[in-house]
C-alpha cells in the first residue's frame, strides 16, 4: 500500500485567545487548513484556545505584562528559542506567519530550509497615535517586522488599505479579506440575555468590542456617546473587551459618563448576542487594518457608525462613516443609526 504524504504546516501567532481578531483568524485558518487534508500545528507563545483542527504548542514568554512586552520586542536576541523552533520549521512543507515576532522564526527557517513562508499582514498601527515609550516601541515594532519579512515567499494583507501600505515598503501582496465564523454570528443570535444581564431592557443600546486601547479611540467614542445623551437620555453603552493600558484606561473611567459600562472580557461565544443585543454597533478606531467586529455585527444584522479611516471604506456596508475625529459628526450618525433601526424593526 502506497503512503500518502500528508502537507504540513506551521501557523505562528505571538496569542492565541479568543479576544483576538488575529487570532480568531488563526483558528478559522487551521480549520480550512485541515479540511483540505493538511496536518496542521499553531505555534504561540501563549494562549487558551484549543482547536480539534491543529496541534497547539505553547513557546513560553514571561507572566508579567512589561517584561512580555519586552520579550516580544526583543525576542530575537532570545537566540536558544529563535534557533530551536526555526529548526522545527523543516518538518513543514509551510510556515504562516501572522505577526511579529514570530517572523523571526519564519524569516530564520526560510533562510535555512526549502519550505514556503507566507507571511499574513494584518497591519501595525502608525506609531504617532501612541504617547512617549508606547510610541517608541510601536516604531520599533514596525521596524523589526519589515526586516522580517523581507524574505516572505508571498505576503497576504486582509485589506485593499493595508496591500497599499505595503506598496509604500517596496513590498508587494496579495488580498484576502477576514472570514467570520458564519456558523456563530447569524440572524439567529437571541439579544434579550444580554440586556436581562445588563439590566438594559428597552433602552438604546451601542456596543463596541475589542482591545481598550488609545488608538482604538475610545476616548473620542466616549465624548460622542456623552453628545448622544443628550438626545437619547437613557441610551447606554457597553464596551466588551480588556484595557491593555492602565493609564489608558484610568483615563477612561474618569471621563466616562451616565450610561457606559465596560464588561471587560466577555467569551467569545456570547458576542453574537452581544452584536444582536445592540441597536448599533460603533467604533471610533483611528486605525483598522480590517475591523472583524463591524463584519460580526453586520453578519447578525446590527449596523455600524464608525471613522472614515484605514480599511472601514472597504469593511462597512451597513451603518454609516463619518470624517476622523468629527465627535459632532460621529454622535449625529449614532443617533440617526439608532433611529433608523428603531423604525425598521
Known amino acids: 500500500m502506497q503512503k500518502v504524504n500528508v502537507k504540513k504546516v506551521a501557523i505562528l501567532t505571538p496569542t492565541f485567545f479568543r479576544f483576538s481578531g488575529i487570532d480568531r483568524v488563526v483558528e478559522l485558518q487551521a ?3 485541515a479540511k483540505k487534508g493538511w496536518e496542521v500545528t499553531i505555534f504561540c507563545l501563549k494562549g487558551d484556545i484549543s482547536t480539534r483542527y491543529a ?3 505553547k513557546i513560553g514568554c514571561p507572566e508579567s505584562p512589561s517584561l512580555e512586552r519586552l520579550y516580544r520586542l526583543l525576542f530575537f536576541l532570545d537566540i536558544a528559542t529563535v534557533r530551536k523552533y526555526s529548526r522545527r520549521m523543516k518538518d513543514f512543507d509551510m510556515i504562516i506567519s501572522h505577526l511579529y515576532p514570530m517572523n523571526v522564526i519564519a524569516h530564520q527557517a526560510r533562510k535555512r530550509y526549502p519550505l514556503t513562508y507566507i507571511y499574513h499582514n494584518a497591519g501595525i498601527a502608525y506609531p504617532h497615535l501612541f504617547h512617549g515609550l508606547e510610541r517608541l516601541y510601536m516604531e ?3 521596524l523589526l517586522t519589515r526586516l522580517t519579512i523581507r524574505n516572505a515567499d508571498e505576503i497576504i494583507s486582509i485589506s485593499h488599505f493595508l496591500k497599499r501600505e505595503l506598496q509604500k515598503e517596496g513590498l508587494d501582496s496579495r488580498v484576502e479579506h477576514c472570514k467570520i465564523d ?3 454570528f ?5 439579544p434579550e440575555s444580554v440586556r436581562r444581564k445588563h439590566s438594559i431592557s428597552d433602552s438604546p443600546l451601542f456596543l463596541y468590542v475589542g482591545r481598550v486601547s488609545p488608538h482604538k479611540g475610545i476616548h473620542l467614542l466616549l465624548k460622542a456617546f456623552a453628545k448622544v445623551r443628550e438626545e437619547l437620555p437613557d441610551a447606554k453603552l457597553l464596551i466588551v473587551g480588556k484595557k491593555t493600558f492602565d493609564r489608558y484606561g484610568k483615563q477612561l473611567d474618569r471621563i466616562a459618563c451616565k450610561g457606559v459600562l465596560f464588561t471587560g472580557f466577555v467569551p ?8 444582536a443585543a445592540a441597536d448599533v454597533y460603533v467604533t ?6 480590517y475591523d472583524l467586529p463591524i463584519k460580526e455585527a453586520e453578519a447578525v444584522g446590527t449596523p455600524s457608525v464608525a471613522f472614515a479611516i484605514g480599511a472601514h471604506p472597504e469593511v462597512l456596508t451597513k451603518g454609516a462613516m463619518v470624517t476622523e475625529n468629527d465627535i459632532e459628526g460621529f454622535a449625529i450618525a449614532m443617533v440617526s443609526e439608532h433611529r433608523k433601526r428603531v423604525k425598521g424593526k
Not at 471610533?284 to 487594518?289: I, R
Open 268 to 275: 467569545d461565544e456570547e458576542l453574537p448576542a452581544y452584536y
Open 55 to 57: 496541534t497547539v504548542e
Open 140 to 142: 520599533a515594532f514596525r
Open 31 to 33: 480549520e480550512e487548513y
Open 186 to 190: 447569524t440572524m439567529e443570535a437571541d
Open 284 to 289: 471610533a478606531s483611528l486605525w483598522e487594518g
Open 182 to 184: 458564519a456558523k456563530r
